[in-house]
């Protein structure tokens, strides 16, 4: 009898242990506490701000450069999260889609806001946050869906959704463009080397274009592409601009024989819009290219996805292309949640570790496609 306690105490003693010994590796420093990450970007000081949601509150976390927090807010009066089960019940909730410094080292957040009951109303908000994460400024501008922003040249910002709105730094409206009313989906903008706007859209018709827009929102230049001869589920999800005012554009087509599934699509288009190369590839999954994460003059990375919507797992696709159209570098792995490029010739990558917690790693390329070091 005594023997049978002593074997069940070890065996409680060892398993706690473990699970102590587990909690530990949670709770070591530098990962991050959350629940989950909406947008992250690398400061100025080479450090990490991350916007999360934390125990229904919204969250932001800043670090240094080697991940260790400096400071954390989840007390914005704006930053409460209400879940309600069942039709009709209220909700509430906040997406930070971007983050960008100004040149006061402040943060200018850009989230979408979802709320309501019966019906759903959409509003987008702006938040200017201090350094240390104390709120400025806030306007909210209503009846938008916000799915991304971005800085234009003369410091204010322009917001993407099914329509485009143009604010100038101090929130003010400037200019507003329905393209949804223009029946055309939206895939991604840029700033252009003058000054002026590309975008990706396509119609319902599935034709592609890219344009060009003045600063003032007015369209300049248009050019259709596409991936197939013959277009069918094309979009642009993203592009650059080239150092001789070309662009690329990485995206999705569809395969016009069995299986019919996804495939992924890169195209070349000098500064007149003429084609230079078109490349499309992909291996029978639902495969796509997404964003592209990182760019240089004479190469770049893109991050895509792979899986049929029911899939349960999905996996991310990385590739690396010289602008030429040739792939250097490829590989598929375990889906990646966020994937920054640091100006340091570095990656960060965050992996989910428990359902509370967060680490983040600083990474090369090589390794996030051959993890084991084969």
């Known amino acids: 009898m005594q023997r049978i306690f002593l074997t069940l105490f070890v065996t409680l003693f060892l398993y706690s242990c473990e699970k102590w010994n587990l909690k530990d590796d949670i709770l ?39 991940f260790g927090t400096i400071w954390r807010k989840d007390d914005y009066d704006w930053g409460n999260y209400i879940y309600s089960g ?51 400024k806030k306007m909210e501008i209503q009846d938008f869906t916000i799915l991304d922003a971005i800085k234009s040249a003369d410091g204010g910002y322009l917001l993407l959704g099914y329509r485009l709105l143009k604010v100038d730094k101090n929130f003010n409206i400037n200019w507003e463009k329905d393209y949804w009313a223009m029946d055309l989906g939206i895939g991604n903008i840029i700033n252009t080397n003058d000054g002026r706007y590309a975008l990706t859209c396509w119609n319902y018709n599935d034709e592609s274009f890219i344009k060009i827009l003045n600063t003032d929102g007015d369209e300049s230049f248009s050019e259709r592409y596409s991936f197939n001869d013959t277009p069918f589920n094309e979009t642009g999800n993203d592009l650059i601009q080239l150092k001789d005012k070309g662009f690329i554009i990485i995206g999705r087509t569809r395969n016009h024989d069995e299986p019919w599934d996804m495939d992924c699509g890169a195209t070349r288009i000098n500064s007149s819009g003429a084609e230079t190369w078109t490349k499309k590839f992909g291996s029978g999954d639902d495969e796509w ?30 590739l690396k292309m010289n602008i030429t159209g040739q792939i250097a570098d490829s590989c598929t ?27 983040f790693n600083k990474i090369p390329f090589k390794e996030l496609c051959n993890p084991a070091g084969d």
């Open 28 to 66: 070591s420093e530098n990962n991050i506490q959350l629940n989950s990450i909406q947008k992250v970007i690398i400061t100025g000081d080479n450090g990490l701000l991350i916007a999360g949601v934390n125990n229904s509150k919204e969250t932001f976390i800043k670090t240094d450069a080697n």
């Open 86 to 136: 069942g039709w009709g019940q209220p909700f509430y909730g906040v997406d930070v889609v971007n983050i960008f410094q100004n040149e006061n080292d402040n943060f200018i957040c850009v989230a979408s806001v979802t709320q309501g009951g019966c019906v759903i109303y959409s509003s987008v908000m702006i938040i200017e946050l201090s350094q240390e994460g104390e709120e400025l």
């Open 289 to 318: 290219l997404e964003k592209i994460i990182y760019s240089s003059d004479d190469e770049f990375i893109v991050q895509g996805k792979v899986g049929f919507p029911n899939d349960e797992i999905q996996k991310t696709i990385l």
């Open 333 to 359: 792995v375990d889906r990646i949640e966020m994937l920054l490029y640091n100006p340091h010739n570095y990656f960060i990558k965050a992996d989910k570790i428990d359902d509370d917690y967060y680490r």
